[in-house]
């Protein structure tokens, strides 16, 4: 069995550890897919026998699980790893280990590795299930480079440690075969893989009966998942038949490969939330084209219609990039434009930023920073602009929200999301936290909306 080696690294740890009150502290840069990796780390260092600590300052192993998407990513985490070196002069036995995507860049790796002589572990994404056979070196006082060019595999049965709260992630797949010529993660991710039905409902029952009542599946292109002859939206289905979920999410959808089964599953499956990320990053066909991207913007608003012809209340959100190279004032305008026709109910917009190795960063006609930035800023105030028409629909709405948390500008409020995903604000005992309540919508709170709950 493959995790032999595993399991048998973890056991020597920790009867090597075992009543040393070792503690752990993982920070996590980039997106789900990391953080979820760390929770996975989190689970494997817990099986070891170390503990989580409560600050950096207060562990004696620090991991950066890092990210690579864009370059302010990587200058923070050269910035935050390089504080920790006065941790270490304290504690001399404090390990300080940096893996995650960036790491499995081999230039950025070696390039930390040789700064950060403190560092004890550089190692890729790739290596999950070697990471207690990697930390078993480092104990050791051996240094650890570790970085493996496989396009990847899928590994099941690792421990995991997940953050406590009503909901989680559950991967289905890894990686990305989709090139976008401006993207790292294919690079970073290796070749898309899906995970098999069976296991993926598993862990949904598992995590269900851990407490979970929200899941959200995890991929870069969920649509594309396929596995055993079942694709995205049967594997909906089966999951949406677990019983005790209450909400079932999922993220990242391509407008390329979203189907009308996957549209039709959307609006039939009692707990599929009515929400999806359809991320757009450009309203210009023709750098669409550029960035390899595969659809129209004539395709995208058709897919549009049809979510919102077929799914009552659906909201989208978006993902945008400004400044591809050879973007022209009119292809951002197209961009401007297409903001305010969607009508997002958020997005998430960035200023392109040039990663080595892709195809974008080679192409011709780089944008000048400061031209990405006002395009940036003139992008968020269109967006600003639209937000209030999109939420002013809601007044009078009833709906169910998952309440999150207490939000503390002003007189505390309850705050959750209803299954769109819009944030609802509403007053009543923090008790509520974690459970799903009934409320009404009464107006406009900043981008979100307030409302009252009903019984
Ligand atoms: N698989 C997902 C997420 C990819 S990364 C998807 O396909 O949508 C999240 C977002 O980061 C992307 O949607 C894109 O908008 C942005 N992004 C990726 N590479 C970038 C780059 N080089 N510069 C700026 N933004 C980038
Ligand atoms: Fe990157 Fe495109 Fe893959 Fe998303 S679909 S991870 S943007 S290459
Ligand atoms: Fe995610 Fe960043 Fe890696 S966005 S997949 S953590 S490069």
């Given amino acids: 069995m493959e995790l032999n080696g595993c399991y048998d690294a973890i056991k020597r740890i920790h009867e090597r550890i075992d009543a040393m009150n070792l503690k752990y502290y993982i920070e996590t ?72 995507c960036m790491m499995q860049q081999k230039e950025a790796a070696q390039k930390l590795y040789r700064r950060f002589p403190f560092v004890d572990m550089v190692f890729g994404t790739h290596e999950l299930k070697n990471f207690p056979i990697l930390l078993e070196r480092a104990l050791n006082e051996q240094r650890v480079f570790e970085i493996t ?5 899928v590994i099941e049965g690792l421990p995991v440690k997940r953050v406590p709260g009503f909901s989680t992630f559950v991967n289905i797949m890894y990686g990305c075969n989709n090139f976008c010529t401006y993207c790292i993660v294919p690079y970073v991710r290796g070749r898309e893989r899906s995970r098999r039905p069976e296991d993926i409902v598993n862990e949904v029952r598992k995590v269900v009966s851990e407490g979970f009542g929200e899941i959200t599946l995890l991929g870069q292109n969920v649509n594309s998942y396929c596995s055993d002859g079942v694709n995205f939206p049967k594997l909906l289905k089966m999951v949406n038949e677990v019983e005790g979920l209450k909400r079932l999410r999922f993220m990242t959808s391509h407008p390329k490969d979203l189907s009308d089964e996957l549209i039709d599953a959307m609006a039939e499956l009692d707990k599929v939330c009515k929400h999806i990320h359809l991320p757009v990053q450009s309203g210009s066909d023709r750098i669409l084209q550029l960035m390899n991207r595969k659809y129209t913007i004539e395709h995208y608003m058709g897919l549009v219609d049809k979510l919102r012809a077929k799914i009552e209340n659906v909201e989208i959100t978006t993902d945008i990039i400004v400044g591809f190279p050879g973007e022209t004032e009119e292809d951002f305008e197209e961009t401007c ?17 040039p990663r080595q190795g892709t195809k974008a960063a080679a192409m011709q006609d780089q944008i000048p920073l400061e031209e990405k930035k006002r395009r940036l800023n003139l992008l968020n105030s269109v967006l600003a602009e639209t937000l209030p028409a999109g939420n002013e629909k809601y007044i009078g709405h009833i709906g169910d929200i998952l309440v999150e948390g207490v939000d503390h500008r002003g007189k505390p409020l309850l705050f959750g999301k209803l299954s769109n995903f819009k944030m609802v604000y509403v007053e009543g005992p923090e008790d509520l936290i974690g459970s799903i309540v009934k409320v009404k919508v009464d107006g406009l709170r900043f981008n979100s909306l307030f409302g009252h709950i009903i019984h």
Avoid: W
């Avoid at 434009?337 to 930023?353: H, I």
């Fill in 29 to 100: 840069y980039g997106c789900q897919m990391n953080e979820h990796d760390s929770e996975k780390l989190a689970g494997i260092l817990e099986e070891c026998g170390y503990t989580a600590a409560q600050s950096k300052e207060d562990a004696d192993l620090i991991l950066f699980n890092t990210c690579c998407v864009r370059e302010h990513a990587e200058l923070r985490t050269f910035g935050n790893v390089g504080f920790t070196k006065e941790l270490k002069q304290n504690n001399p036995r404090l390990i300080i280990g940096v893996c995650g």
């Fill in 149 to 153: 060019d496989i396009d990847g595999e």
């Fill in 337 to 353: 434009e297409l903001v305010r026709k969607v009508g997002y109910s958020n997005a998430y917009t960035f200023a392109y930023s």
